[in-house]
T-cell receptor, first 118, second 117 residues
């Protein structure tokens, strides 16, 4: 079974600054996907960024980028130029890659509550 | 904005009542999910479906049931609500890849917040 650990329950950052959210995971799988999801207060959860484990290049989406360290099983999210709209719960998630029969569901971490301070 | 809708957004009911939480998506996604989430906490998968007439239980034991008669509709029913069912319920859908494989890219509804007195 996979586990996903987010060790920072809450964080805060000044507007326009950079912040990094941590995520570690434990798996015996060699091929998998990692995700960061964002849940703003009272709004829909949305996918922020996705990383395929076989790709060495770190994924980026505008101000959001990841630092994927496969050997260390670490998958941190960096938010540059933080904006007030970045205030949200951020969830790290894991899913194994297709390998035949079996369950392919996301395993979520407990989340990190990020507050962007004006 | 994702085209996935949940109703009701908020519901307060008494113990023993039967309730159905509705979820509909217009994206034609094959896979749909129900998650339970207490405020500010992690998500727990309670049901999922790969398509019409396919339903599976998730990791978290739940007294709820689901049905998938149409691709776009995935309602969740509690036959007899109890205070322990008080929580937020999130519906989500995801496309399968061209080869029918999970993508992990979920589109979520806004949630249904249930309070059972």
């Amino acid at each position: 079974a996979q586990t996903v650990t987010q060790s920072q329950p809450e964080m805060s950052v000044q507007e326009a600054e950079t912040v990094t959210l941590s995520c570690t995971y434990d798996t015996s799988e060699s091929n998998y996907y990692l995700f960061w999801y964002k849940q703003p207060p009272s709004r829909q959860m949305i996918l922020v960024i996705r990383q395929e484990a076989y790709k060495q290049q770190n994924a980026t989406e505008n101000r959001f980028s990841v630092n994927f360290q496969k050997a260390a099983k670490s998958f941190s999210l960096k938010i540059s130029d933080s904006q007030l709209g970045d205030t949200a719960m951020y969830f790290c998630a894991f899913m194994k890659s297709w390998s035949g029969a079996g369950s392919y569901q996301l395993t979520f971490g407990k989340g990190t509550k990020l507050s962007v301070i004006p | 904005e994702a085209d996935i809708y949940q109703t009701p957004r908020y519901l307060v009911i008494g113990t023993g009542k039967k309730i159905t939480l509705e979820c509909s998506q217009t994206m034609g996604h094959d896979k749909m999910y129900w998650y339970q989430q207490d405020p500010g906490m992690e998500l727990h998968l309670i049901h999922y479906s790969y398509g019409v007439n396919s339903t599976e239980k998730g990791d978290l034991s739940s007294e709820s049931t689901v049905s998938r008669i149409r691709t776009e509709h995935f309602p969740l029913t509690l036959e007899s609500a109890r205070p322990s069912h008080t929580s937020q319920y999130l519906c989500a859908s995801s496309p399968l890849s061209g080869t029918g494989r999970d993508t992990g890219e979920l589109f979520f509804g806004e949630g249904s917040r249930l309070t059972v007195l």
